[in-house]
């Protein structure tokens, strides 16, 4: 007995490759579509994200300066829209928020030989609030503690010159 090999057909014309080729086309624009609907949808309910914030200091103490320092990253919990928080995610890599020290309760490391300090961000939740409008409710923040370095100014006496 001979087998019967079954032969895939293959197409053969022209006219039905691009018979295949449209109907490629039509299933990705409507699975990208389908894509797009439930992105959508999904942005509309109330969800959960972490956001990262650029933080800058300002208003050292009198006859302190801030040492040059690497800038501080603070990742902020929030609970809020999806609109919201896209567009929040949007803003935020290029605005800074900014802590003035001086309104802070901050606090010297203790046992440290330098200058440093630091400030609790369970205090800024206010400020961040403000900052980030009621859109949103602040879950947590992270790290717990931000520290900086103050120097010394130092004083420059005059001299006097007399020629």
Known sequence: MIEKKEIQKKPSTKKELKFLNRNVAIFVFFLFLSFVFWYLNALGKEIEAEIRYQVTYTNPPKEREFVEE??????????????????????????????????????????????????????????????????????????????????????????????
């Open 70 to 163: 690497q800038p501080v990253d603070i990742f902020i919990g929030l609970k809020g829209t999806g609109y919201s928080i896209l567009k929040l995610k949007l803003k935020t890599n290029t605005t800074p928020f900014v802590i003035d020290v001086s309104k802070t309760g901050y606090k010297r490391v203790p046992g440290s030989r330098e200058l440093s300090y630091f400030i609790l961000t369970g205090g800024l939740s206010n400020s961040l609030s403000q900052v980030l409008k009621s859109e949103f409710k602040i879950e947590s923040i992270k790290p717990d503690t931000l520290f900086f370095t103050l120097n010394k100014i130092p004083v420059s006496v005059p001299v006097n010159q007399d020629d």
